[in-house]
């Protein structure tokens, strides 16, 4: 997830719009993340009421939640514009070949974090510089800790994690892929590193100071036993581009007050 996808915009006065629909209230903050969902759900709502998908008299809805109609017609509505083909044989065979600690199982990680949890009202550039703080003291003491009278990495989660875990130096204990939020799988998991990682890992839940003790990198699985799996990540992979493409010609052909799309690399539809 990228930093800049964090920061809050206090709305205050200012309302954020998709062809005069507003897409959020005067008094109400949204992430940037949150006001980009919120404004391509809004573009493809409109684009299905355009092509009939969708009845006139559907309203767009105050929270941002859409009704059962128009997340029907949203869904017919892509089935008919993007178009996404099956990935060959080789484009499977490369792919595993270049992501095969993605197909690994068993795969564990033993690791502690310090949470900075992102909530309404927050002040995420403020959060971000106490995160980082947090991350280069724990970085300046990592592997020198230990055996000392204070951990520093468990004495920064006692005092500043907003995680239950703090209370125990951040532990978390042995964990799978699957245990995580998937953003933060994927920056944890697959990899090699042990310590204290260089960066901090952006989930939904906020920022995150991680510190791998351990893993147990699982077994590899041959082509022939992940090629399904494989398959459907590509297609994933292509669809979400399709999406991307697709959202970016709505955009300009929109007009948008408060709410900037171009910058957003990730998929904005959930």
């Given amino acids: 997830m990228p930093a800049e996808s964090l ?18 209230a005067p008094d109400e903050v949204l ?24 009845d006139a008299g559907d309203a767009a809805s105050a929270d941002g939640v859409i009704s059962e109609a128009a997340a029907g017609a949203i869904d017919a509505l892509l089935d008919q514009q993007l178009s996404v083909s099956e990935p060959s044989e080789a484009a499977c065979r490369r792919h ?18 310090i949470l900075f949890a992102v909530t309404p009202g927050v002040d995420v550039a403020a959060l971000r510089q106490r995160a980082e703080a947090a ?3 724990v970085r300046c003491h990592d592997g020198n800790n230990r055996g000392k009278d204070a951990d520093v990495f468990a004495k920064a989660a006692g005092e500043l994690s907003n995680c239950p875990s703090g209370a125990a130096g951040g532990e978390l204990g042995w964990l799978a892929a699957g245990d995580c939020a ?13 310590g ?3 960066r901090l890992v952006h989930s939904r839940f906020g920022l995150h100071v991680v510190e791998v003790l351990a893993r147990e990198p699982g077994a590899a699985q041959p082509y022939e036993s992940v090629r399904g799996a494989v398959a459907v990540s590509l297609r994933q992979q292509a669809w979400g581009t399709a999406l991307r493409q697709y959202l970016r010609v709505l955009a300009g052909e929109a007009a ?11 998929q904005l539809v959930q």
């Fill in 7 to 24: 920061a809050v915009p206090r709305t205050g006065a200012a309302i954020a719009r998709v062809n005069g629909v507003a897409l959020n």
């Fill in 135 to 137: 991350l280069l003291e």
């Fill in 256 to 266: 948008l007050e408060g709410v900037d799309l171009e910058a957003a690399d990730t």
């Fill in 182 to 194: 998937p953003e933060f799988a994927r920056e944890v998991f697959g990899h090699a590193e042990v």
């Fill in 196 to 198: 204290v990682l260089a």
């Fill in 96 to 113: 595993h070949a270049a992501q095969q600690a993605s197909y690994r199982t068993g795969e564990r990680v033993r690791m502690r974090h």
């Fill in 31 to 54: 992430s940037r993340e949150e006001l980009r969902q919120r404004a391509c759900t809004e573009l493809l709502r409109q684009a299905a009421l355009r092509a009939g998908l969708l």
